[in-house]
């Protein structure tokens, strides 16, 4: 079983429109989690560490539940700028990072 | 302002050939990793170190070693090139405690012919 699960779409969605997606991990002791993006071709870069109170950072939101080992992220008011791939990544115990296959979104016009 | 930087970008082998990666990464960080992207796939962590002098396998090492002599250097080799070798790869690093951000490099396309 992979320690990282992703939905992987592609998730095609209006401009304005709210798309949401989960990703689920299979490590309980798993400490740290995150949202990557990652552009066509591109290296990932970082969008937001997900906290276990759940968060914001403008049109973004990422919640953590730890009782069902899942992740997600909702991405309200989408813009064509969101298109991309957005890899869920979670720190095991020893620190390393596992990847998430990726969920792909379009924002269309 | 470099953060991580990958050599060469691109590349192409025959198989058979042998081949180094560098990495290079310039925000003293402890951990570095080598990563490979597939299609569909996903990032597969191939090796890893947590430190100058320290490495450890990933989720896919055969056909890779690696070495990490400075701390700011971290190369991935390939002896003898396959076609399965063909890949994305994707240097990136991280300060130990695992609550920061990875910095990744360009990624280097790899193509084994």
């Known amino acids: 079983r992979k320690e990282v699960e992703q939905d992987p779409g592609p998730f095609n969605v209006p401009e304005g429109a709210t798309v949401a997606f989960n990703c689920t991990y299979s490590?309980?002791?798993?400490?740290?989690f995150f949202w990557y993006r990652q552009d066509c071709r591109k290296e990932p870069k970082l969008l937001m560490s997900?906290?276990?109170s759940g968060n914001e950072d403008g049109r973004f939101t990422a919640q953590l539940n730890r009782a069902s080992q899942y992740i997600s992220l909702l991405i309200r008011d989408s813009k064509l700028s969101d298109s991309a791939t957005y890899l869920c990544?979670?720190?095991?115990?020893?620190?390393?990072?596992?990847f998430g296959a990726g969920t792909t979104v379009t924002v269309r016009a | 302002n470099a953060g991580v930087t990958q050599t060469p970008k691109f590349r192409v082998l025959k198989t058979g050939q042998s081949m180094t990666l560098l990495c290079a990464q310039d925000?003293?960080?402890?951990?570095m990793y080598w990563y490979r992207q597939d299609p569909g796939m996903g990032l597969r962590l191939i090796h890893y170190?947590?430190?100058?002098?320290?490495?450890a396998k990933g989720e896919v090492p055969d056909g890779y070693n690696v070495s990490r002599l400075k701390k700011q250097n971290f190369l991935l080799g390939l002896e003898s090139a396959a076609p399965s070798q063909t890949s994305v790869y994707f240097c990136?690093?991280?300060?130990?405690?695992?609550?920061?951000?990875?910095?990744f490099g360009q990624g280097t396309r790899l193509t084994v012919v």
């Open positions: 170190s947590v430190g100058e002098g320290t490495t």
């Open positions: 925000m003293n960080h402890e951990y």
């Open positions: 990544v979670v720190t095991l115990e020893d620190y390393k990072l596992s």
């Open positions: 990136a690093s991280s300060f130990t405690d695992g609550n920061t951000e990875a910095f």
């Open positions: 997900v906290y276990s």
């Open positions: 490590n309980s002791a798993s400490q740290s």
